[in-house]
């Protein structure tokens, strides 16, 4: 579930406050903030909680709030794995992580790429050894292809991971 919320105003709000919205939908098995983009990710033990929250926001989507502020409730997990056709899609703004951990969640990714550019959606593939990396622009997927060929190296879990523009480099 990834939930957007003015980071500014929430920054100080420790994670418990949101654990405590979202535990009385499922068991909470992790929260994490991500201050630049107004973003938290909520990981829950089952797929069931997910989809109860994914529920209740089609019927109104100002129904979680943290702190008195509706949240934008995004369900990342019950999406539908990306077909090899969508992957091509806007090539021009996707990057492709390759030799990820087999631990790595999303969280994991946005963390690392966040920081140098707005990430309008990362998508792991079901082999968990790739994720798909979408920028809101063309200029910031291609600073991450320009840092990775100046020699910057990307961990993500202490792993180093190569970084290219197609699925298959």
Known sequence: VLIKFNIKQWYQRRVREISKVFINYGVVTSVKLVPPSGCAFVEFRSIKATRKIHNLVKTNKDAITVGGKPVHVVPSAIEPQPSFEELKANPEKKIFIN????????????????????????????????????????KSAKKILSMFDNGHKFTILDACVSVSP????
């Open 99 to 138: 030799n990820l951990p087999s631990d790595v969640t999303v969280p994991d990714i946005y963390f690392t790429f966040a920081i140098h550019g707005q990430l309008k959606e990362v998508m792991i593939t079901e082999n968990k050894l790739t994720a798909v990396l979408e920028f809101s622009t063309v």
């Open 166 to 169: 197609t699925l298959f480099q």
